[in-house]
Structure formats: structure tokens, C-alpha cells
């Protein structure tokens, strides 16, 4: 069996509590080398509570989508984990993230930055790459914080040509001419610290990814230098004492405030 993906105008993968989209572009061809036709996959659609799946593709028989969700569950159910309509998989999943006293759970955590990243487990995640950029969305804010400063932001979109961050600010965090100042100096940092991992043929100015016929292995390459592969190594060099230290500060704190269960009172920046 043999796999080609048609980008056509772009490729687009939505996310959210309850389900998980994609969008194939021009389709994702499947062709095999025996006797079974061709099959072209434009988009799929999974329930992530009931493990519904809705296929729009041509070669597929009516029932591949019902045939596919019972093996889910069968697996699922082999592994223990049984998702419902008022339990999904997402959910599950956030159930073991952090909390803050607004109900957001906590994506990611860098003790040492004193900066953390906080979401809505109602927002949708929406990712697209096209031949211009590579674009994150959010249906609402998530909320950045690092050294006491905390900012609301809504899109992350990288362009190739420019090979430039972009941010748009949104929701709640730094309002008014500080936010306004503070948002273009983030990209700008996240753009320089880009820069030094791209793989080589990425970094040349007007770089158009539809016409470069590596692009799958260029974009592995890029997300293994941005994996933190010396992150184990680095908190190893350090002190117990100081990890435990590094630990209890960022567990009392949330960009908004305390974490849920605090004692202290929760106090949060104006609306932006």
C-alpha cells in the first residue's frame, strides 16, 4: 500500500473536547499493488466520546466508518479505557493537567523560565498549513505567563517566505499599551530561537514548502531539534533541593493567579 498526500490549497487538523477533524487537502491517495481499487481520503471526522467515525472518501464501502469505530472501542475497552459522550478521551487526558480557579488546565509548565502555558478545555485547536504559513488558532485565549508577566493569545503563525512568528493577542492578560508593546517583542524572540533550529533548506529567505519535494523529512527534522531532548539532562545536573524549590513556586502560581485549592486569593489582570 502506497501513501500520497495531495496538499492542495492546505492541510487542516481542528481539535477540540469532543472531537477531532481532519482535513486532507486535495486527499490522502491510498493505492495498492494487489487487486483493491484506489482510495482518496478528504476528510475524517472522530467523536472522541463515542468513537463515532464519519469518512468522506471515495473506494470506501458504506460501513468501513462503523467497522472502524467498533474496532476503536474494542481496543480501547482491551486497554480499559472507556470514554463516554460526558467523558471523551480529551477529557481524560485533561483530567490529570492542573487547574487555576477559572478551569483552565495547564499545557505546559517551565519551572525554570517561571513560564507556563494555560487553556480553556472548552476551546477548539485548529492547525492549517498552506504554502504561506503554518498557523495555530484557538477558539479562545491561551493564557502565557513567564516572570509574573502574563499575555492572552488567540493565533501562532509561522510564515515560511519571511521565516517569521506571528502572534495575535486576545482574551485576557496585559491590556493597553503594554500588551501592545509586549506582544511584538515575544514574536520576535520566538522567531530568533526558530531560526537557530531550522533544518538548513527551510532557512532560506522566499521558502515555498509546496515546492519542496523533501518537505515531510525537513518537517520531522524541524520537530525533532524543537523536541528538549537535553531537557532530562539538565534537570538531572540540579540540586534536589533546588528542583523541589523550582517546583512548589510554580505550583502556587497560575498567570492569573494561585492554582485551584490555594489559599491565597486569586487575582487576575484586566481584559485586554
Request: proline share 6%; hydrophobic share 45%; glycine share 10%.
Given at each position: 500500500?502506497?501513501?500520497?498526500?495531495?496538499?492542495?490549497?492546505?492541510?487542516?487538523?481542528?481539535?477540540?473536547?469532543?472531537?477531532?477533524?481532519?482535513?486532507?487537502?486535495?486527499?490522502?491517495?491510498?493505492?495498492?499493488?494487489?487487486?483493491?481499487?484506489?482510495?482518496?481520503?478528504?476528510?475524517?471526522?472522530?467523536?472522541?466520546?463515542?468513537?463515532?467515525?464519519?469518512?468522506?472518501?471515495?473506494?470506501?464501502g458504506?460501513?468501513?466508518?462503523?467497522?472502524?469505530s467498533?474496532?476503536g472501542?474494542?481496543?480501547?475497552?482491551?486497554?480499559?479505557?472507556?470514554?463516554?459522550?460526558?467523558?471523551?478521551?480529551?477529557?481524560?487526558?485533561?483530567?490529570?493537567?492542573?487547574?487555576?480557579?477559572?478551569?483552565?488546565?495547564?499545557?505546559?509548565?517551565?519551572?525554570?523560565?517561571?513560564?507556563?502555558?494555560?487553556?480553556?478545555?472548552?476551546?477548539e485547536?485548529?492547525?492549517?498549513?498552506?504554502?504561506?504559513?503554518?498557523?495555530?488558532?484557538?477558539?479562545e485565549?491561551?493564557?502565557?505567563?513567564a516572570?509574573?508577566?502574563?499575555?492572552?493569545?488567540?493565533?501562532?503563525?509561522?510564515?515560511?517566505?519571511?521565516?517569521?512568528?506571528?502572534?495575535?493577542?486576545?482574551?485576557?492578560?496585559l491590556?493597553?499599551?503594554?500588551?501592545?508593546?509586549?506582544?511584538?517583542?515575544?514574536?520576535?524572540?520566538?522567531?530568533?530561537?526558530?531560526?537557530?533550529?531550522?533544518?538548513?533548506?527551510?532557512?532560506?529567505p522566499?521558502?515555498?514548502?509546496?515546492?519542496?519535494?523533501?518537505?515531510?523529512l525537513?518537517?520531522?527534522?524541524?520537530?525533532?531539534?524543537?523536541?528538549?531532548?537535553?531537557?532530562?539532562?539538565?534537570?538531572?545536573?540540579?540540586?534536589?533541593?533546588?528542583?523541589?524549590?523550582?517546583?512548589?513556586?510554580?505550583?502556587?502560581?497560575?498567570?492569573?493567579?494561585?492554582?485551584?485549592?490555594?489559599?491565597?486569593?486569586?487575582?487576575?489582570?484586566?481584559a485586554?
Open positions: 500500500m502506497r501513501a500520497e498526500l495531495d496538499l492542495g490549497d492546505g492541510l487542516e487538523l481542528r481539535v477540540s473536547r469532543r472531537r477531532v477533524q481532519v482535513i486532507a487537502g486535495g486527499g490522502l491517495h491510498l493505492r495498492s499493488e494487489g487487486p483493491l481499487p484506489p482510495i482518496t481520503l478528504r476528510r475524517a471526522d472522530a467523536d472522541l466520546g463515542t468513537l463515532v467515525l464519519d469518512l468522506d472518501a471515495d473506494g470506501l458504506p460501513g468501513i466508518g462503523v467497522a472502524a467498533v474496532a472501542r474494542e481496543l480501547l475497552r482491551a486497554l480499559e479505557v472507556h470514554p463516554r459522550p460526558d467523558q471523551t478521551l480529551a477529557d481524560r487526558w485533561l483530567a490529570g493537567r492542573a487547574s487555576d480557579r477559572q478551569g483552565r488546565r495547564e499545557l505546559v509548565s517551565i519551572p525554570r523560565a517561571q513560564a507556563a502555558a494555560w487553556l480553556d478545555p472548552e476551546a485547536v485548529a492547525l492549517r498549513i498552506d504554502r504561506r504559513a503554518l498557523e495555530v488558532s484557538l477558539s485565549a491561551v493564557a502565557v505567563a516572570f509574573g508577566l502574563a499575555l492572552g493569545i488567540t493565533a501562532l503563525r509561522y510564515v515560511f517566505a519571511s521565516r517569521r512568528v506571528e502572534l495575535v493577542r486576545g482574551g485576557r492578560g491590556a493597553g499599551v503594554l500588551g501592545l508593546v509586549l506582544l511584538p517583542i515575544v514574536a520576535f524572540v520566538a522567531t530568533r530561537w526558530l531560526r537557530r533550529r531550522l533544518p538548513a533548506p527551510m532557512t532560506s522566499g521558502y515555498d514548502p509546496w515546492d519542496d519535494d523533501a518537505r515531510a525537513h518537517l520531522k527534522a524541524l520537530v525533532a531539534a524543537l523536541a528538549p531532548a537535553g531537557a532530562s539532562g539538565a534537570r538531572s545536573r540540579r540540586s534536589p533541593g533546588r528542583a523541589r524549590r523550582s517546583s512548589s513556586a510554580a505550583s502556587r502560581r497560575t498567570p492569573w493567579g494561585p492554582r485551584a485549592g490555594s489559599s491565597r486569593a486569586s487575582r487576575s489582570p484586566r485586554g
